[in-house]
């Protein structure tokens, strides 16, 4: 693709037109998630769109986990969205592990991870840019950090959901040779990562998350990202481009 968003942007509509989603896997190209939403009529509002860090994964059928689903909210007690947010989305699936505000230890957390069959984070995280092997989630006593969650034994989870600043960003994903929080998920076994690329403000996430469970992405993180992305950017909120689907639609 050409190196500018905006021209990535107009051959990719071109090319693809009667598509109706896109895996795409960026290699090493630094303008791959901006080209999906530049331009009046984004990209990632035409087609639903999942990044794979490689193209294989796209073929991968093993079978998901049935664990209980487990949600942590607002482990550091200071993001009001992240605490009700957490409360709602517990409200939305069934028979979820609930891990608020103290309760979030990396402990309980590490303990909870395993087997789960879904995971929803609404929290801190906090991206290292020049190692990435130190990026992490913020838990009530501590961080979980990439050489941690590598560690746990997740196998499986259909959908994990890191609804806080950073926990997808572009560098780590589109760098061969570095990793990150949603990379470490996958290697555990999830199928899907719902994460971001830059600082969300805490209530857009909380709008977003709504719109997302509420439009089935529990199931199809794809669709739910983009009917979220509709949603937002339709009243406004310019947080709309900042959630991605990093593993399988």
């Given at each position: 693709l050409p190196a500018g968003a905006r021209e990535a942007g107009a051959v990719l509509k071109a090319r693809?037109?009667?598509a109706a989603h896109l895996y795409v896997v960026p290699g090493?190209?630094?303008h791959g998630f901006k080209a999906f939403t530049a331009d009046e009529a984004p990209a990632a509002l035409r087609w639903t769109v999942a990044w794979l860090p490689?193209?294989?994964m796209a073929a991968d059928r093993a079978a998901?986990?049935?664990g209980p689903p487990l949600v942590v909210g607002d482990p550091n007690h200071d993001l009001r969205g992240a605490y009700v947010e957490a409360r709602w989305v517990a409200g939305q699936l069934a028979g979820p592990a609930v891990l608020m505000r103290a309760q979030a230890t990396v402990a309980r957390v590490r303990a909870a991870l395993k087997g789960a069959g879904h995971v929803?984070?609404?929290g801190h995280g906090v991206l290292a840019e020049r190692d990435p092997w130190a990026a992490h989630l913020q838990l009530a006593d501590g961080l979980l950090d990439v050489t941690d969650l590598l560690t746990v034994g997740l196998t499986g989870a259909p959908v994990v959901v890191l609804s806080g600043c950073e926990t997808g960003v572009d560098a780590v994903l589109?760098?061969?040779s570095a990793v990150g929080l949603s990379e470490a998920f996958l290697a555990l076994g999830a199928r899907s990562v719902v994460a971001t690329d830059r600082p969300v403000a805490d209530g857009s996430a909380l709008r977003f998350m709504?719109?997302?469970y509420g439009a089935g992405g529990a199931?199809?993180?794809a669709r739910g990202v983009q009917a979220a992305a509709k949603a937002l950017r339709a009243a406004g909120d310019p947080h709309w481009a900042a959630f991605r689907v990093i593993g399988l639609r």
């Open positions: 693809v037109a009667r090493g190209y630094p490689y193209a294989g998901p986990t049935d929803h984070f609404a589109l760098d061969d709504k719109a997302f199931e199809r993180p």
